[in-house]
T-cell receptor, first 110, second 110 residues
Framework: SQTIHQWPATLVQPVGSPLSLECTVE??????LYWYRQAAGRGLQLLFY??????ISSEVPQNLSASRPQDRQFILSSKKLLLSDSGFYLC?????????FGPGTRLLVL | QKEVEQNSGPLSVPEGAIASLNCTYS??????FFWYRQYSGKSPELIMS????GDKEDGRFTAQLNKASQYVSLLIRDSQPSDSATYLC??????????FGAGTRLTVKP
């Protein structure tokens, strides 16, 4: 069966510091991968999606970037965090249309 | 107009009652519809998907789709306190992206 991992689970970072969040998927090949952000009490905002290694599409221009160095690995990065980057970051995978979410990383920028 | 709209709630029902959650969408060519449940502090988990007009039942859950009215709903029969969560409606539109509503918060009171 398929499993999706995200780490860390919780992160507290100062403004201006860098960020690296990692997501890995097991049990499937060539999945579509997604990064979402959910602000407190808000809906899901799609940040990036990837249909293959090295293929990244950005939905919202901002100070975040994403990379897919391996088939089942998706990384979300920032060089300098902003206060507004705080939120719940969710990685998801799909092979057909249905998306399945990882456990998420809660990021607090102070 | 938002692409996917849900009443934010909170919706409160007594234990054992039927909870009715509603969602409307703006993209007429949407073909795939999903309901996710999200417990507080957790990631969304898929409840069910629906693709054709009419009803689809899975245990205590029934999804209803009316493409002419651009309306999809989720009924939860015999509601339990463990059903208390935020329910997210998701729609795959013309560009094959999954778009989420902001969610409806459901509280089932014992």
């Amino acid at each position: 069966s398929q499993t999706i991992h995200q780490w860390p689970a919780t992160l507290v970072q100062p403004v201006g510091s860098p960020l690296s969040l990692e997501c890995t998927v097991e049990g499937t090949s060539n999945p579509n991968l997604y990064w979402y952000r959910q602000a407190a009490g808000r809906g899901l905002q799609l940040l990036f999606y990837s249909v293959g290694i090295g293929q990244i599409s950005s939905e919202v221009p901002q100070n975040l970037s994403a990379s897919r160095p391996q088939d089942r690995q998706f990384i979300l990065s920032s060089k300098k965090l902003l206060l507004s980057d705080s939120g719940f970051y969710l990685c998801a995978w799909s092979v057909m249309e249905t998306q399945y979410f990882g456990p998420g990383t809660r990021l607090l920028v102070l | 107009q938002k692409e996917v709209e849900q009443n934010s709630g909170p919706l409160s029902v007594p234990e054992g009652a039927i909870a009715s959650l509603n969602c409307t969408y703006s993209d007429r060519v949407s073909q795939s519809f999903f309901w996710y449940r999200q417990y507080s502090g957790k990631s969304p988990e898929l409840i069910m998907s629906i693709y054709s007009n009419g009803d689809k039942e899975d245990g205590r859950f029934t999804a209803q789709l009316n493409k002419a009215s651009q309306y999809v709903s989720l009924l939860i029969r015999d509601s339990q306190p463990s059903d208390s969560a935020t329910y997210l409606c998701a729609v795959i539109g013309n560009n094959n992206d999954m778009r989420f509503g902001a969610g409806t918060r459901l509280t089932v009171k014992p």
